[in-house]
């Protein structure tokens, strides 16, 4: 039986999550002009209560697998012998932001890692139906200008990897974006899963998820959601 | 020398996406887009390198086959073109047995160009015995394997402002009916692989990707 999400807590994080701005529910509008100089993003208020999340970490999603397993290394996980949907795999459509921070955040054995999901947290799904057979993407939107079609003496490179630098990684979502701090995302982006199974990056992304948890404790807390960090 | 890039699209966008809920860094960011900053965001990097710019990954089974796409260049608004660079190298890793972060597999691929017609090339598809090229927005087929470049839909949804919101103010502010992706573009990869040629009796798979520039970073 899933555990409930207190019954009282449930209005009140809908009312959260619709009270807040009177958008239309179409698409967003766009940001406007880009600054010439970058500001650094505010930080939100913190509770003021610091959180150990090693029991975050700790926790498990599946039997055998914790959340410190489906994060390092940073690389999808997909085992055909279980049921697709995301964290095993990551199709299309799996709602793959709610049950990362379901995961990161909430204690496991007080709520599903399918609790953020079901609400739904954010947008349910793609705004657009992807198909059921390749190439699954959705055509694209609007009337992108097309380059000439066809072709075939392509001017391909038969330069050697080792002729190229490397610029960007990624596997599961979110890893090197939220968890991994400013000072260590171009060392990260250029490392290897094999690097994050050594600990290369273990303390940062303990200090990050820190960070994170201090400053949203009193958000989960006002929703009668149970963290599953520790106070210290 | 090196070839000018042709239908890319620099700085097509100017925002910053999502997962960092609080991030005190950066702007919040979403899977991997604009990820990293330094690198290929505008905000915070004159020459973003927007072609090499992983957006996400995914990867699924289906009864038959594994089915990997890497989305990359976005997310962008339906009036821009695709982004084809033939300086950037894309390495999609696969691992089935042994090390879960020691690949079995290097899918390589990047683009080129006759005249101005971008084609693409993959090598080191599993299960095909030769490299898989032609042009892009095509179906290519060889050895069972399927694979396509082209723009599609960005298939990732998120509520950033709603996190925008979040992280200004301190209070929980995303909503499930705002979806920032809505309408919004990326240059795409798609690859569909008959199991056999992937699969190591039922080990599971670690997929992660890669991006690299000829010639150093931009």
């Given at each position: 039986m899933r555990p409930a999400l207190p019954l009282l807590a449930l209005p009140v994080a809908l009312a959260a999550l619709g009270?807040?701005?009177?958008?239309?529910?179409?698409a967003a509008p766009r940001p406007g002009p880009v600054e010439s100089t970058p500001t650094p993003t505010p930080s939100p208020t913190a509770t003021g209560t610091s959180f150990d999340v090693t029991r975050c970490l700790n926790q498990?999603?599946?039997?055998?697998?914790s959340v410190a397993n489906l994060v390092i290394p940073d690389t999808v996980k997909l085992d055909v012998t279980k049921p697709n949907g995301f964290p095993n795999g990551r199709g299309l459509n799996d709602p793959v932001i709610d049950i990362t921070l379901n995961v990161l955040f909430l204690d496991l054995t007080k709520h599903p890692a399918t609790l953020l999901a079901s609400l739904?947290?954010?947008?349910?799904?793609?705004?657009v139906k992807t198909l059921s057979?390749?190439?699954y993407l959705a055509p694209a939107n609007g009337n992108p200008p097309m380059p000439p079609a066809g072709g075939t003496n392509f001017n391909f490179r038969t330069d050697p990897p080792s002729a190229y630098v490397s610029v960007d990684r990624m596997g599961?979502?979110?890893?090197?974006?939220?968890?991994?701090?400013s000072a260590q995302k171009n060392a990260y982006n250029d490392s290897t899963p094999a690097d994050d199974v050594a600990g290369k990056f273990t303390g940062d992304i303990v200090h990050t998820l820190t960070g994170l948890t201090n400053a949203l404790a009193d958000d989960f807390q006002r929703l009668g959601l149970t963290m599953c960090a520790t106070p210290v | 020398m090196r070839i000018s890039r042709t239908w890319m699209t620099l700085g097509a966008t100017a925002f910053a996406l999502p997962l960092?809920?609080?991030?005190?860094?950066?702007a919040s960011r979403a899977a991997?887009?604009?990820?990293p900053p330094t690198r290929t965001d505008k905000d915070f990097d004159p020459t973003p390198d927007v072609p090499a710019d992983i957006a996400d990954v995914f990867a699924w089974y289906t009864p038959t086959s594994i089915v990997i796409v890497l989305t990359f260049?976005?997310?962008?608004?339906?009036n821009m073109p695709p982004t084809y660079d033939r300086d950037v190298l894309y390495t999609i890793n696969i691992s089935n047995?042994?090390?879960?972060?020691?690949?079995?597999f290097q899918i390589r691929f990047r683009f080129g160009f006759d005249g101005q017609s971008p084609g693409v090339q993959f090598t080191?598809?599993?299960?095909?015995?030769g490299p898989i090229e032609g042009p892009v927005q095509t179906v290519l087929q060889r050895d069972g394997v399927k694979a396509i470049a082209g723009v599609f839909d960005d298939p990732f949804f998120f509520d950033l402002l709603g996190f925008r919101e979040t992280r200004s103010?301190?209070?929980?502010?995303?909503?499930?009916?705002?979806?920032?992706?809505?309408?919004q573009n990326d240059t795409s990869v798609v690859i569909e692989i008959p199991r056999s040629a992937v699969l190591n009796g039922t080990n599971p798979l670690d997929i992660w990707a890669q991006t690299a520039r000829f010639g150093g970073q931009l």
């Open positions: 009270a807040c701005s009177n958008d239309g529910p179409t498990q999603v599946a039997p055998g697998v739904p947290l954010d947008p349910p799904g793609n705004e057979d390749f190439p599961m979502p979110a890893v090197a974006t939220a968890l991994i701090s | 960092a809920l609080v991030s005190a860094d950066y991997d887009h604009l990820d260049a976005g997310p962008q608004p339906g047995a042994g090390a879960r972060t020691d690949p079995e080191g598809v599993p299960g095909t015995t103010t301190g209070t929980l502010a995303i909503r499930n009916t705002r979806d920032f992706f809505d309408g």
